[in-house]
């Protein structure tokens, strides 16, 4: 399932785009789950981790789609956006944002599938290299590359990622077990790190990428030592 969200102040484009991708599900067998939102702060403010694709129109009242594009990659680092526009003159800006792609107006079935195809060729290891985390009702896929540690703070687990932190109830151990040979190590029975976001190791810890220190114990020093040099290497945890 493929978390979607359709952003366009006018119904006509929404319905277009969701009829293509209605049709695109039942010709492929790929699966999603749509939002349809009407204004760039809309889609700021329902944006949630687990969001997959978002079909953005540029030129909408309030803030413009280009502008929430931007606000938008500072909280998801890996959703595919894709422009709906009569403007194409805004593709050099959206190369800025890390846009996937664009669909000009109208936009005919052939065009949607081709980007949608390519869409989903982009999106599929990074699926597939992510972990699922449940928090307030809601459930966050995080993409490996952006998850920096985990802490167990009381009866929580900490989800530490590049776009931000969650809190979860969890346990470290089952989590760990998912995070197996990805290049993850627990350092401590209260840390588990992200060997990629690793930027110093020091006397008595390691600092990651985010500016926190995090403590390694003694007894887990060597076999660390070990797995990180095994790991910029190029070996296999």
Not at 66 to 93: G, P, W
Not at 169 to 188: D, N, Q, V, Y
Not at 207 to 213: F, I, N
């Amino acid at each position: 399932m493929w978390k979607t969200i359709i952003c366009d102040d006018e119904k006509d484009m929404r319905d277009a785009v969701r009829v293509n991708l209605e049709r695109f599900s039942e010709e492929t067998g790929e699966r999603f789950s749509v939002t349809e939102l009407t204004s760039g702060e809309a889609l700021l403010f329902n944006l949630t981790e687990d969001v997959d694709i978002v079909f953005l129109d540029i030129k909408m009242g309030g803030i413009t789609g280009m502008d929430a594009a931007r606000k938008l990659r500072e909280k998801n680092s890996h959703v595919c956006i894709v422009f709906i526009t009569t403007m194409t003159q805004y593709a050099i800006e959206g190369y800025e944002v890390h846009a996937f792609g664009f669909l000009k107006k109208p936009v005919s079935y052939a065009q949607f599938r081709l980007q949608m195809a390519d869409v989903l060729r982009h999106l599929a290891p990074v699926k597939k290299e992510s972990i699922q985390i449940r928090s307030g009702g809601e459930i966050y896929t995080i993409a490996l590359p952006d998850l920096v540690y985990l802490e167990v703070v009381d009866h929580d687990l900490k989800v530490v990622c590049t776009t931000g932190t969650i809190v979860c109830r969890a346990s470290m151990g089952e989590t760990e077990k998912k995070l197996a040979g990805k290049g993850f190590f627990r350092i401590h029975k209260g840390y588990c790190v992200n060997l990629a976001h690793v930027s110093r190791v020091t006397a008595d810890g390691l600092r990651v990428s985010s500016g926190d220190e995090l403590p390694v114990s003694k007894h887990r020093r060597r076999e660390f030592l070990e797995a990180y040099a095994s790991y910029i290497g190029g070996g296999v945890l």
